[in-house]
């Protein structure tokens, strides 16, 4: 079946400016999650949505991170006023149900934020 | 958090098995052991995970040593495309704050011709 998709794949954005990246799951997974990984770092955890609960935003670096799961299955993430530093690689992935921890995340291909 | 311990890199001839250990000396007993792995410029691909027997899907092998203080990865047949970094992630138990995986630094695989 289809797996997680994320658009757009690349973004290039001039500082100051907004930006609104898209993560579609993976159809019935519960669970959505949003990473993002800088040039030669490790995953770096953002925010977790299950169900219709409150999201997990404990990960948001900043209050210019923001995120919205609508009707249970698309995200957007959108960065405000974006900066140099929140160049990344942003990453989604889903899950049947993130509340059992045997639970096994499917990633996306992640969508390339540059900031110029 | 239960820390993984991997060599930074190994090599390995095309059509061989590859085998990357992990050390998880601290492992929890009700924690599991998952594989991932990162094909450049790609996003993190599930290969298999495991909690105390060895495990096989069409992918990989993991073989779990029976004090589950370390685990072995198993491509039996490596090819090219297998060229990636391999992250080996003890799970963590749910909670506030802690659904999330955490991925270290991983073995770098390099598949030679």
């Known amino acids: 079946g289809a797996g997680v998709s994320q658009s757009p794949s690349n973004k290039v954005t001039e500082k100051g400016k907004d930006v609104e990246l898209r993560c579609d799951p993976i159809s019935g997974h519960t669970a959505l999650y949003w990473y993002r990984q800088s040039l030669g770092q490790g995953l770096e955890f953002l925010i977790y949505f299950q169900g219709n609960s409150a999201p997990d935003k404990s990960g948001l670096p900043s209050d210019r991170f923001s995120a919205e799961r609508t009707g249970g299955s698309v995200s957007t993430l959108t960065i405000q006023r974006t900066q140099q530093e929140d160049s990344a690689v942003y990453l989604c992935?889903?899950?049947?149900?993130?509340?059992?921890?045997?639970?096994?995340?499917?990633f996306g291909p992640g969508t390339r934020l540059t900031v110029l | 958090d239960a820390k993984t311990t991997q060599p930074t890199s190994m090599d390995c001839a095309e059509g061989r098995a590859a085998n990357l250990p992990c050390n998880h000396s601290t492992i929890s007993g009700n924690e599991y052991v998952y594989w991932y792995r990162q094909i450049h410029s790609q996003g993190p691909q599930y290969i298999i995970h495991g909690l105390k027997n060895n495990e096989t899907n069409e992918m990989a092998s993991l073989i779990i040593t029976e004090d589950r203080k370390s685990s072995t990865l198993i491509l039996p047949h490596a090819t090219l495309r297998d060229t990636a970094v391999y992250y080996c992630i003890v799970r963590v138990q749910p909670g506030a704050g802690s659904y999330q995986l955490t991925f270290g630094k991983g073995t770098k695989l390099s598949v030679i011709p």
């Open positions: 992935a889903s899950s049947l149900d993130g509340g059992r921890w045997t639970d096994t995340q499917y």
